[in-house]
């Protein structure tokens, strides 16, 4: 089962990936329009023509965004005083429900934006738009007179419609890293690590280490206190000690991730994640601060501190397990992933009920073979010592599961 471990780390690693099938070099407008410049974006299929005039301080821009359907609505913006969203000069285009475009400029000043039609801090003129084999493209005339310098923070976006207006784009993956700057001279266009993609890595090593936490971990501890108990008394208590103590360290560091990320993510907020990823961490805090007030073996509260323990520790794996799959859907990774995490919580269930059959087969071998001093419960089972720990070594030689 240790190899479990390094399963899952191979198992989680997330990445998003992105691929052009054609060079912006290679391209022809059907308007016969020229660029002197062009750039393959490097996220959501998407590329850049312009020409800039330095005497003017004139930018022509074409905004090609292609394998579109035609309920998607795509942008292109300039942000003149930072990196990220709020700031940015955006031009909006999509196609409307009767099959005509819709083109227009929105200055973004908040997280929650809809992309509300609105006057830009330049000026902008041939302001059009077409769609055309699943392909949206913006032309606009950019007059950049209050820019200091020529090169620009660019930003590109894409994302559903809800009947003719503009609904929330993914947090996650590619658009979140669709930024960088622009050389306007130079012709250069590239990403940066900006903090768009230090969120980006961080929320593929927050997902990995919660995955293999409470999604892969904290299941199998279950299975060494439920299953060796019977084969390995006492070595099962310290393997499962030492396993989940080991599983709530990444844990934690998986919940701190979390908590940056939300610090770094103004107005993007994910309720339900957040209030299960708190509860989980609170009960498995409480959980590893229990075992310092953990009652003796023959102690007559014993048996309600393992009830309590049991009922918490199920309810760890029940919630860490639920969070993974919000976690999933937050991400979005290709759905291998996804995949790949049920078929192993599939294989841990066989596992489980395999053990299950084994154990119970187990103990009642040993019950028939034991002296008949132990009177037997209703159930037909011998009197056991499940719930006052492994023992104490004076006259209990029978077993339950």
Not at 45 to 64: D, E, G, M, Q, V
Not at 107 to 114: A, D, F, G, K
Request: net charge positive; aromatic share 12%; charged share 10%.
């Amino acid at each position: 089962m240790s190899s479990g471990f390094l399963i899952s780390c191979v198992l989680f690693t997330l990445f998003v990936s992105s691929t052009h099938a054609q060079s912006c070099t290679k391209y022809n407008f059907t308007s016969n329009q020229m660029f002197t410049s062009c750039s393959d974006l490097p996220y959501l299929n998407s590329f850049l023509h312009w020409s800039y005039s330095p005497s003017t301080k004139t930018a022509k821009i074409a905004y090609r965004h292609t394998k579109l359907g035609s309920t998607r609505w795509v942008a292109w913006a300039i942000n003149p005083t930072s990196q990220g969203m709020v700031g940015s000069q955006a031009l909006v285009a999509y196609q409307k429900s009767d099959g005509n475009m819709r083109v227009y400029t929105s200055p973004v000043t908040s997280y929650q934006t809809q992309l509300q039609q609105g006057d830009l801090s330049f000026s902008v003129t041939d302001l059009s738009a077409t769609y055309l084999n699943n392909e949206i493209t913006i032309f606009a005339t950019l007059k950049l007179d209050n820019f200091n310098s020529t090169i620009v923070n660019q930003l590109w976006q894409e994302g559903p419609l809800s009947g003719d207006s503009p609904a929330m784009h993914d947090t996650s993956g590619a658009n979140t890293q669709s930024a960088g700057p622009l050389s306007l001279l130079s012709g250069q266009s590239r990403t940066t690590t900006t903090r768009a993609s230090s969120q980006f890595n961080k929320r593929n090593l927050h997902g990995l280490l919660n995955a293999v936490s409470w999604g892969i971990m904290m299941p199998i501890g279950i299975l060494f206190a439920r299953y060796l108990k019977v084969f390995s008394d006492p070595a099962w208590f310290y393997l499962h000690s030492i396993w989940q103590i080991t599983a709530y360290v990444i844990g934690v560091a998986g919940w701190v991730t979390g908590l940056q990320l939300g610090s770094e993510s103004r107005g993007i907020q994910f309720t339900a994640h957040r209030t299960i990823g708190i509860v989980l961490f609170s009960l498995a805090t409480l959980q590893v601060s229990a075992m310092l007030l953990r009652p003796k073996r023959d102690h007559k509260h014993r048996i309600y501190w393992n009830i309590y323990h049991r009922s918490v520790g199920y309810s760890i794996v029940v919630l860490g397990i639920i969070n993974i799959f919000k976690g999933l859907n937050i991400l979005k990774p290709e759905k291998k992933w996804e995949t790949s995490y049920i078929a192993t919580l599939v294989g841990l269930g066989i596992i489980a009920a395999f053990l299950e059959v084994i154990t119970w087969c187990v103990v009642i071998k040993r019950n028939k073979s034991a002296s008949g001093n132990v009177e037997k419960n209703p159930q037909g089972l011998h009197e056991a010592n499940w719930y006052n720990g492994h023992g104490n070594g004076t006259n209990r030689t029978h077993y339950r599961v």
